[in-house]
């Protein structure tokens, strides 16, 4: 049973670019949750959606920043524009139902020159 | 508003116990907790949704206090895998995660 893969892996864009990062979750998970980790800090949460819907998108900035869950096909982040401070790692998890046990990806690290 | 954790970082002997506690000021409806060793993806260790709710498994345990609005994370006889950060999060009006407690077991 494969677990949640994320590709890519590493990501290397230029300032102004556009970076999507693809999350496909475990066999069976329909809820899908992104994080975002600069070096040496903690894990902030960004988005989470099931199928089709955001559920809580609390955690995104505002602009640049949008995810998807389509019905078909892993779940997109999608950053446009990109910065800097954007250079970090993206996580995303996913689980079965609310609540239950989150399963992590290996994570994609952004970096922006 | 970020949970409140601490210690910020501990270090231990292989076989000692440690507690990491897990605090808000917002009513909390679940917490998680998580490690993540450097390099590496969290690794997901429990959930308790019911305020009084006690998890465990082999010796980490954790336990909620719906009250008091905090949560603690046993370890009992720390292994040298135990070394890493930990993490706890909380779901009250949003999700979101505390700023870690670096914990480093010593052989």
């Known amino acids: 049973n494969a677990g949640v893969m994320q590709n890519p892996r590493h990501l290397v864009r230029r300032r102004g670019q556009e970076a999507r990062l693809r999350c496909s979750p475990m066999?069976?998970?329909?809820?899908v949750y992104w994080y975002r980790q600069l070096p040496e800090e903690g894990l902030k949460f960004m988005v989470y959606?099931?199928?089709?819907?955001?559920?809580?998108e609390s955690g995104m900035p505002k602009e640049r920043f949008s995810a998807e869950f389509p019905k078909e096909g892993p779940s997109i982040l999608r950053i446009q524009q990109v910065v800097r401070g954007d250079s970090a790692a993206y996580f995303c998890?996913?689980?079965?139902?609310?609540?239950?046990?989150?399963?992590f990806g290996p994570g994609t690290r952004l970096l922006v020159l | 508003q970020q949970p409140v954790q601490s210690p910020q970082a501990v270090i231990l002997r292989e076989g000692e116990d440690a507690v990491i506690n897990c605090s808000s000021s917002?009513?909390?409806?679940?917490v998680h907790w998580y490690r993540q060793k450097h390099g590496e993806a969290p690794v997901f260790l429990m959930i308790?949704?019911?305020?009084?709710e006690q998890k465990g498994h082999d010796k980490i345990s954790a336990s909620f206090n719906e009250k008091k609005q905090q949560s603690s994370l046993y370890l009992t006889a720390s292994q040298l895998s135990y070394s890493g950060t930990y993490f706890c999060?909380?779901?009250?009006?949003?999700?979101?995660f505390g700023p870690g407690t670096r914990l480093s077991v010593l052989p």
């Open positions: 998890a996913s689980s079965r139902t609310s609540g239950e046990t989150q399963y």
């Open positions: 066999k069976g998970h329909s809820h």
């Open positions: 959606l099931q199928k089709e819907n955001i559920i809580d």
């Open positions: 917002k009513a909390l409806y679940s």
């Open positions: 308790l949704l019911k305020g009084g």
């Open positions: 999060g909380t779901y009250g009006q949003n999700f979101v």
